[in-house]
């Protein structure tokens, strides 16, 4: 009679450190390139992980890790990405009109707010939202481009703006 393997024990966030801190470092600046922003990042996943209380077992550390530091590579590109957006879209400002820096930071914020609102709605609810407020769609069209009725728009359309006035005030 073969007994089943005991099951695997977290790792302490110490020896996660200890045994994989060099290899994900290694890992990072293949993928990015520059040796200070894979330290960054690596550095960023521990302060994570450790935040988070949630420890991998054993055999899952890398890949944990793995998933942690993408995470926060996305995070950083989709921020890069809009913080470009924005500063193109004010590059032909002359300068009395250009936003002072702490306003830029603000407005970044809370672009960055908005987007990961609009990343976690559902996809109808997103796509309502944004044929009305940037298509200047109405309701009954939005119904027609979405294949719904005009009270499941106005459903969505409720929820994307409690979503909103979330990001804007909080709860």
Known sequence: MSSAPPPATP???????RDHHGWLHGWLRKRLGDREQAADIA????????????????DEGRSYLTQIARN?????????????????SIAHLAEPESPSLETRALVIETLLQIDA????????????????QFEGLTYPQIAQ?????VSSVQKYMLRAIAACYQVLYGE
Request: aromatic share 8%; proline share 3%.
């Open 72 to 88: 926060l590579l996305i995070d950083q590109w989709r921020r890069q990405r809009i913080e470009r957006a924005y500063l193109d």
């Open 11 to 17: 790792h302490s966030v110490d020896t996660l450190y």
């Open 43 to 58: 550095q960023d996943t521990f302060l994570r992980l450790l935040l988070s209380g949630r420890l991998p077992s054993l």
């Open 145 to 149: 481009q979405l294949q719904v009725s």
């Open 117 to 132: 609102m609009l990343d976690a709605m559902p996809a109808k609810v997103r796509e309502a939202f944004l044929l009305s």
